[in-house]
Structures are given as structure tokens and as C-alpha cells.
């Protein structure tokens, strides 16, 4: 049974359901990098896109496992 929440503090705390697998199976491999250096394609759409989502024009992560702060 899938669980009833996600838990995004840590990409190994939750354990992705079958869903979640079919998803990821499906990436442009060509996009993915590291994200620390800015690389990972994907990251930085996600992160255009939550911006325009929350109608912003920046966001910032002051260390690692910060929680996410959005200004604009």
C-alpha cells in the first residue's frame, strides 16, 4: 500500500511507489547532472517553473536541507 504522504525533507526518506518509478523511468537521461553545480537541466526547469507557479523572480536555499524560501 502506498503511503498517504510524501516526505521531501530527504530523497531517501520516502520510498517511491510504482507510480513514482514509471515516472522517473521516462526522464530525458541527457537532462540530468548535478544539481549542487547548477548541470541537472531538470532541476532547473523545476525551479523556472515554481517560480512562475508562485509568481516570484527568485528563490533561495541558504544551505542543504534548508527548507525552500521564495521572494520575489
Request: proline share 4%; net charge negative.
Amino acid at each position: 500500500m502506498a503511503p498517504s504522504y510524501i516526505d521531501l525533507r530527504s530523497d531517501t526518506v520516502t520510498k517511491p511507489t510504482p507510480e513514482m518509478l514509471e515516472a522517473v523511468s521516462h526522464l530525458d537521461r541527457s537532462k540530468l547532472g548535478d544539481d549542487v553545480f547548477g548541470e541537472d537541466e531538470l532541476t532547473k526547469e523545476f525551479e523556472q517553473e515554481s517560480l512562475t507557479c508562485w509568481e516570484k523572480s527568485w528563490a533561495i536555499c541558504a544551505k542543504r536541507h534548508d527548507g525552500k524560501s521564495i521572494g520575489n
